[in-house]
Nanobody
Framework: QVQLVESGGGLVQTGSSLRLSCAASGSSLSFNDMGWYRQAPGKQRELVATISKGGNTNYADSVRGRFTISRDNAKNTVYLQMNSLKPEDTAAYYC?????????????WGRGTQVTVSS
């Protein structure tokens, strides 16, 4: 069974940085696009950033230039480096992965990690 486990969230001040990690457990795994989404209280889940297996990236306008997504295919891990954090970045951050190979067509989500930015 494939599981995605996020880590790295926390409570920080405006202007600080955090690095989120998401590792997929299991053997012989392969993923196409991986990404990060976030959901603030009372709001819908929104895309933060995605990265293809080949390294092509896509960002929400609200985080472009401040956040950087990266991945290590050998470790089946995706990262989100968040700089210049703002209070509006406060949300639960969820990792997402789209299966490849024998996992093709399956979509996986982590349980989320909380990021809180104080003003």
């Amino acid at each position: 069974q494939v599981q995605l486990v996020e880590s790295g969230g926390g409570l920080v001040q405006t202007g600080s940085s955090l690095r989120l990690s998401c590792a997929a457990s299991g053997s012989s795994l392969s993923f196409n696009d991986m990404g990060w989404y976030r959901q603030a209280p009372g709001k819908q889940r929104e895309l933060v950033a995605t990265i293809s297996k080949g390294g092509n990236t896509n960002y929400a306008d609200s985080v472009r230039g401040r956040f950087t997504i990266s991945r290590d295919n050998a470790k089946n891990t995706v990262y989100l480096q968040m700089n210049s954090l703002k209070p509006e970045d406060t949300a639960a951050y969820y990792c997402n992965a789209n299966g490849n190979g024998f996992l093709y067509g399956r979509v996986y989500w982590g349980r989320g990690t909380q990021v809180t930015v104080s003003s």
